[in-house]
Structures are given as C-alpha cells and as structure tokens.
C-alpha cells in the first residue's frame, strides 16, 4: 500500500517542491533578455541574409503573460531598440527588409502589451471567483471551531477539481441543549445543484438539532427537508435525488457537563466512521443493519435506530465521505483508512487529519477523482493540554520506535 501513514506529510510540508518552483521562476525572468542578447549574437554572428527579428520580436511575446505591463513594455523597446542598432550596424539601415524587420518587432511588441492587459484582467476575474468561492464555502460549510462542547474538533475539505473550493460533500458540527451533534454527508452528484442540496441539509441540521429530543428526530427532519425541496423543484433530481448521511451525538449526563461516555449514531447508507482509540486501535462503527440515503423514503420507510457505542476519554471518531475510501493508487487498489490508522496515535485531530490527507494524495499520485470531506472529533483525556505540537504521528511504542 506504499509508505506508512505520515511519511508524506514531512517531505510535503518541508516545501519539498519549493526549489524547483523558485528555479522555474527565476528561469521565466530571464528568458527575455535571454532571447535578445541571443538574437543580437546570433545576428552580428550570421551572414547577413540571417536575421534576429524572429527572436527579438519573441521576446516580448514572451514578457506578456508572466509580467507587468510596464516590463512587458521595456522589453519591447529595448527588442525595438535591438533592431534597429542591428541594421546600423550592418549598414543597411535604409534598406527595405531591415525597415520592415523594425516595424516588426515594434508591431509585435503592441500586440505583447495588449496579450499583457487580457491576460491581466483574465487573472483578477479568476481571482475574484476564487474569493467568491472561498465566501460560499465558508457561509455554506464554516470551518468548526476548535474546541465543541470539550472536544476537541478538526475538518477538512479537499476538492478533487483544482480551484474548485465546495461540490457535494457536507459536514456540520454543533453544541445542543442535547449534546454535541454532527452530521458528514455526500449528495449525489456535482455542480450547483448539489451545492444547493447542501445547504438544505445543513440549514436542516443547524435547526433540527438544537429543536429535536433524539439523534433519530434529526434524521426524520432532514428527510423531511429534503422531501420538501423535491416538491418545491417538481422531482427530487432536481436536489441530486438522494443523499449519504452519518449522524452523530455525543450526550451529557443529565445535570452536569461531562459527557455519558458513549456515542450515538444514525447511518443512512453512509461510510461508517471510524473509532480510533488511544492506543492505536481502530474500529468501524458499523451498523447493526443498513439504511437507505436521505431522500429516499419513498423507496421504503423503517423508523431510525440510533445505535449507542463507548466513547472513552482519548478516543477519536474519524467521519469521512467516500472521496476517501475510494480514492485509487495507479494499480486501481482503494484507500483503506482503517488499516492505513491501525497503530498510529496522533497528538490530535488536526494533526491526524494533515496526515490522513497527505498520505491520500501520496497514495492516489494526487490524481485524486472525487471530492473528500473529512472531521474527526477527539474525547480529550483529563488533564490533556489545549493543543500539542508535537511530532505529526507518534507509534505506540514510543519515541525508540520512531521510523
């Protein structure tokens, strides 16, 4: 399965890349005045029936898109300038193709100072899409806090298509009169259309949550939810048919703010989460029987059952959507969080969660196809600190056993 979980969040986060980036740069600085003191040897070099006016007039061409319009700018008067002291200095400065050499470079240095402003303006529109984008994801899914009702809580959103920042995949987490509650989900399909099946869900699940007795009360009212938007829109593909769902809830004993020690939890045709313990172990929380999706009641209709399991002090739920489970290397073999966790211990979520994404895009190439939505929601131990910076993955048998 490759390298042990963590091995590729060291060399990532250590700027491995960053070399080779500032080399490339540094590169694209140059290549200009590169290409005209080359053209100028090449021409004073040459016979005279060989010219430099391809390469002077490349030159700037070159300088539109990688810099200012004021550089872009210089480089074609000196490219101009290049031409002309080329044909005085051979002497045929009144002879018609060095004339028409000169026009040339001047002509194509125009066009570069036009390329130069398109591409200036293409790349403020792109960047204020990106902000557009990082506005809606953050209104729609809101990064948790770091601390929920004492747990401590971590989340991440890995969009399979470059600058793409939301699609289908949701997760909420929130602090009720009942507890901590959560919900991880995936809406089938991409585009604006799941977009806005999110935020139905997730505008649900922020008010059934603090109104609804049960984690199962929940779950009915974000079928509800949905069922509504399907009436609304004529036909349920109109919100993406159907959508995976986890529901979680962590109780308070009655009259006091520590926790019972167990989790509920409500499956609906999702991943089940995963229950890694302080120690390294890991289990599936898996239903005792399977459930169909929110938005398919239609189909079939049993009450929900939430399912109680231990929660003890130290422990981490792992929620993820199956951008995860089913991510691939290049031999078409699926990523198992499971066995990749096994024997870990992470100084926290947020740490285990940096590892868990590394170690996906080391294992897939980062040729990842589907979107990821992760959160992991730790149990603190009595007296564990706020947060530790520590090493990113620590094994259980110490700092002697360390790889």
């Not at 962590?250 to 302080?278: A, C, E, I, K, Q």
């Not at 009641?297 to 939430?306: C, E, I, K, T």
Request: aromatic letters at 6%.
């Amino acid at each position: 399965m490759g390298h042990p979980l963590g091995a590729a969040g060291g060399g990532r986060r250590g700027g491995g890349g960053r070399p080779a980036y500032r080399g490339t740069r540094r590169f694209i600085r140059a290549l200009p005045p590169l290409i005209i003191v080359g053209g100028v040897l090449f021409d004073v070099s040459t016979p005279a029936p060989y010219t430099a006016s391809p390469m002077l007039a490349a030159a700037p061409l070159v300088a539109a898109p990688f810099f200012s319009l004021l550089t872009t700018l210089l480089t074609g008067i000196v490219a101009v300038l290049a031409s002309v002291g080329l044909s005085l200095f051979s002497d045929d400065s009144t002879r018609a193709p060095a004339v028409a050499e000169a026009l040339t470079v001047l002509t194509v240095s125009g066009l570069a100072l036009l390329i130069n402003r398109v591409v200036r303006r293409s790349g403020e529109r792109l960047a204020s899409a990106r902000v557009i984008a990082e506005t809606a994801q953050k209104a729609v899914l809101p990064t948790p806090a770091e601390r929920i009702g004492g747990l401590r809580c971590a989340a991440r959103y890995e969009a399979a298509q470059a600058d793409a920042f939301i699609g289908g995949d949701l997760f909420a987490v929130q602090d009720t009169p009942h507890g901590v509650r959560l919900v991880v989900g995936d809406v089938r399909g991409k585009g604006l259309d799941a977009v806005e099946a999110v935020a139905v869900v997730i505008g649900a699940f922020r008010e059934a949550a603090e109104q609804e007795r049960t984690l199962e009360g929940v779950a009915q009212r974000l079928e509800r939810a949905l069922d509504r938007e399907g009436t609304r829109r004529d036909s349920l593909d109109a919100v993406e048919g159907f959508t995976t769902a986890v529901l979680a809830e962590v109780p308070r004993s009655d009259g006091s703010g520590t926790f019972d020690g167990f989790v509920r939890v409500v499956n609906r045709g999702h991943p089940s989460p995963l229950m890694l313990y302080g120690d390294g172990r890991v289990e599936p929380v898996d239903p005792s029987r399977p459930a169909l999706p929110l938005g398919m009641g239609d189909l079939a209709s049993w009450p929900d059952r939430a399912e109680a399991r231990p929660y003890p002090p130290g422990t981490t739920l792992l929620f993820y959507t199956d951008g995860l489970s089913e991510a691939r290397n290049a031999q078409g073999v699926f990523y198992d969080p499971a066995e990749r966790l096994a024997g870990r211990v992470f100084p926290g979520p947020e740490e285990m969660l940096d590892a868990l994404v590394d170690d996906v895009r080391l294992h897939t190439g980062g040729g990842a196809t589907d979107d990821m939505a992760l959160l992991a929601l730790n149990r603190p131990t009595a007296g564990q600190p706020e947060r530790r910076r520590t090493m990113s993955v620590v094994p259980p048998g110490g700092p002697g056993s360390r790889r």
